[in-house]
């Protein structure tokens, strides 16, 4: 039971457009989303956050928005530059049981 | 201040071996998470340990175990390899809401 997805798996983008990752969740006690970023041969880093009570958050080219009702949220990067190349994974935290629940990851290609 | 380490980087095991991955969190970091990688799997969940308890399981076969030592470190064994647990395995540290993740030991099951 895949509670966080993300149905794109891939994404190619002209570097200076904008990049917009998309992830759905199914459970609606998640209290927190988060976007990591994934280089190969290298762990995940934390990009972005959003509380579920909020719905968007931004940081410099990074803006989260969450849709409760949808359980949607989205990624966007703007402009787009080939250092974002790289796999996006959201992700859904639990303050109830702390625990972190990954989409399959979306790899985003900027092309220059 | 140190980031989570991870031990090997790289691993080549046949199957029926058993394979035990080592894991330090940043110091401080009392939460060690591990998961699975593999392409168009995403990162799976394995287990979490917290204060030397196993406090989160994901739904993974009895074959992988793991275990956390009084100074944090955490240890994550697979045994009877299989070819399908071929993957990156990735470690965590946790503190409030936020992980920060090890490189990874990508093992390889021949």
């Known amino acids: 039971d895949q509670q966080v997805k993300q149905n794109s798996p891939s994404l190619s983008v002209q570097e200076g457009r904008i990049s917009i990752l998309n992830c759905d969740y199914t459970n609606s006690m998640f209290d927190y989303f988060l976007w990591y970023k994934k280089y190969p041969a290298e762990g995940p880093t934390f990009l972005i956050s959003?509380?579920?009570?909020?719905d968007k958050n931004e940081d410099g080219r990074f803006t989260v928005f969450l849709n409760k009702s949808a359980k949607h949220l989205s990624l966007h990067i703007v402009p787009s530059q080939p250092g974002d190349s790289a796999v996006y994974f959201c992700a859904a935290f639990n303050f109830g049981n702390e625990k972190l629940t990954f989409g399959t990851g979306t790899r985003l290609t900027i092309i220059p | 201040k140190a980031g989570v380490t991870q031990t090997p980087r790289y691993l080549i095991k046949t199957r029926g071996q058993q394979v035990t991955l080592s894991c330090s969190p940043i110091s401080g970091h009392r939460s060690v998470s591990w998961y699975q990688q593999t392409p168009g799997q995403g990162l799976q969940f394995l287990f979490e340990y917290f204060s030397e308890t196993q406090r989160n399981k994901g739904n993974f076969p009895g074959r992988f175990s793991g275990r956390q030592f009084s100074n944090s470190r955490s240890e994550m064994n697979v045994s009877t390899l299989e070819l399908g647990d071929s993957a990156l395995y990735l470690c965590?540290?946790?503190?409030?809401?936020?992980?920060?993740f090890g490189p990874g030991t990508r093992l390889t099951v021949l």
């Open positions: 959003i509380s579920s009570i909020k």
């Open positions: 965590a540290s946790m503190r409030s809401n936020e992980q920060f």
